[in-house]
């Protein structure tokens, strides 16, 4: 080996042991430095390593005249950095927010509308029906009476109340289509139009 290629390991050595040195010596007071500025130790450590890193880096390049100044200089850097990228996660998390209750809101209003025109369809398509359909229908439905509840009410059978509900469904099936039924069927459960 030349005494150059020599001459070089020890620098490189020396340079070691001086930042382990100065590691030893300004690490706790470069975390609590940084904690100042963040109020999180794990970050603190985090950017104060960042700051030791960059002294490698400079490392053959550049000399640096006052390490602890350097130091010091770098985790007050990487703090301003953190805190900036904080900044600008934060406002674009805020204005998801905001663009998400915006959505919720139109689409809530938008189904309230949509929901209320269904349900008048299907009022419309109820009232149409023929009376002797239309009664127990809407017996059954919406007043919530059974089958022979409604029979003792309106005087007839109860096989006969079973088979005018059962005609009324399919005329409403029939008149609103099968997806618009179905629709009605998921949108209006309590109805119970399957």
């Not at 450590?45 to 550049?62: P, R, T, W, Y």
């Not at 002797?132 to 006969?160: C, M, Q, W």
Request: aromatic share 10%; proline share 3%; hydrophobic share 40%.
């Amino acid at each position: 080996m030349s005494k150059k290629g020599q001459k070089s390991d020890l620098n490189l050595l020396a340079g070691h042991v001086l930042l382990e040195h100065v590691y030893k010596q300004l690490h706790k007071p470069l975390v609590f430095y940084a904690y100042k500025f963040i109020k999180d130790e794990n970050i603190a450590k985090d950017l104060v390593q960042d700051a030791f890193l960059s002294i490698l880096k400079k490392e053959g390049n550049d000399t640096i005249d006052n390490l602890k100044t350097f130091l010091y200089r770098c985790v007050r850097n990487n703090c301003i950095n953190y805190i900036n990228h904080k900044v600008v996660e934060l406002e674009f998390q805020e204005n998801e927010a905001a663009r998400i209750r915006r959505e919720i809101e139109y689409y809530s209003t938008h189904y309230t509308i949509m929901e209320k025109e269904i349900y008048k369809k299907l009022m419309d398509a109820i009232e149409e029906l023929p009376e002797h359909y239309r009664t127990p229908f809407k017996l059954s439905r919406f007043e919530n009476l059974k089958a022979k509840e409604i029979a003792d009410k309106l005087g007839l059978p109860v096989r006969t109340v079973e088979t005018k509900i059962y005609r009324a469904l399919t005329i409403l099936r029939s008149k609103l289509g099968k997806q618009m039924f179905s629709l009605f069927a998921i949108i209006f459960p309590k109805l119970n139009l399957v």
